[in-house]
């Protein structure tokens, strides 16, 4: 058995794999905030990009 040989628990192993199965919700914010991250030679933190996404008029929740 997997969990076995890599001495992990059943339930973190069905963790990652249910992780590993989700698609990507946000791909489109996210493909926006690297846009914004690397225009600014990476010289934006988490606020910047949030309030320039929310100037944007994009999706901040």
Do not use: D
């Amino acid at each position: 058995m997997f969990t076995s040989c890599t001495k992990s628990g059943k339930k973190r192993f069905y963790y990652h794999v249910r992780i590993i199965k989700k698609p990507e919700i946000n791909e489109k914010e996210l493909a926006r905030i690297e846009t914004i991250y690397h225009e600014h030679k990476r010289r934006y933190g988490y606020w910047r990009i949030y309030l320039t996404l929310k100037n944007m008029g994009g999706n901040t929740q």
